[in-house]
């Protein structure tokens, strides 16, 4: 069983620029959340898919969107990049179920220059 | 999701009993309360979940008060391996936002040989 995976480990980009980050969910799982979390910050909730649908959304502006494939793996595209989006991304899967645990990437460290 | 408050951080010696405290004093009756943890520049790592009983798995127990306003993690005898951040989360049990992780600041532990 492999566990959840991301890629790029690190990330470079200028003001301005275009990124998209990419997740690849455990296997059975047909939920992912991406989250971001700041220096010295606990991760802050982006958005979660549920079978290539967006099912939540926090209280991230539209610039952060997503995307899900039918084998569950995960896009995280962030437009217009700003300084503050500097962070690690993180994200996680699940099986769906509201009360099952959610497994953890180790996540994509995106530095905004 | 109810707030949770948690001292920003403790230490432990290894080998003792790491009892770490989370408030919850607003949770509400369909909420559980969850535990991760976060060993640095990893993704978080799910620990334990309970309603209102306690619980206890292979990595520590949860004690959740009658009044279900706390509870404490138990890590039964730490070691160097648990120093880490550990987040308690409230977390819906169904409806609008029941999926997402609400992370605080988490308390740092740091076990000390």
């Known amino acids: 069983e492999t566990g959840v995976t991301q890629s790029p480990t690190h990330l470079i980009k200028t003001r301005g620029q275009q990124v998209t980050l990419r997740c690849s969910s455990q296997s059975g799982h047909n939920t992912v959340s991406w989250y971001q979390q700041a220096l010295g910050q606990g991760p802050q909730f982006i958005f979660q898919?549920?079978?290539?649908?967006?099912?939540g959304r926090g209280n991230f502006p539209p610039r952060f969107s997503g995307l899900q494939f039918p084998n569950y793996s995960s896009e995280l595209n962030v437009n217009a990049l700003e300084l503050d989006d500097s962070a690690l991304y993180l994200c996680?899967?699940?099986?769906?179920?509201?009360?099952?645990?959610?497994?953890f990437g180790p996540g994509t460290r995106l530095t905004v220059t | 999701d109810a707030k949770t408050t948690q001292p920003p951080s403790m230490d432990c010696a290894e080998g003792r009993a790491a009892n770490l405290p989370c408030n919850h004093s607003?949770?509400?009756?369909?909420?559980?309360v969850y535990w991760y943890r976060q060993i640095h520049s990893q993704g978080p790592q799910y620990i334990i979940h309970?309603?209102?009983n306690n619980e206890t798995n292979e990595m520590a127990s949860l004690i959740i008060t009658e009044d279900r306003k706390s509870s404490t993690l138990i890590l039964p005898h730490a070691t160097l391996r648990d120093t880490a951040v550990y987040y308690c989360i409230a977390r819906r049990d169904s409806g609008a936002g029941s999926y997402q992780l609400t992370f605080g600041k988490g308390t740092k532990l740091s076990v000390i040989p």
């Open positions: 309970g309603l209102k």
């Open positions: 898919y549920y079978r290539e649908e967006e099912n």
């Open positions: 996680a899967s699940s099986s769906g179920a509201p009360l099952y645990e959610q497994y």
């Open positions: 607003t949770i509400s009756g369909n909420e559980y």
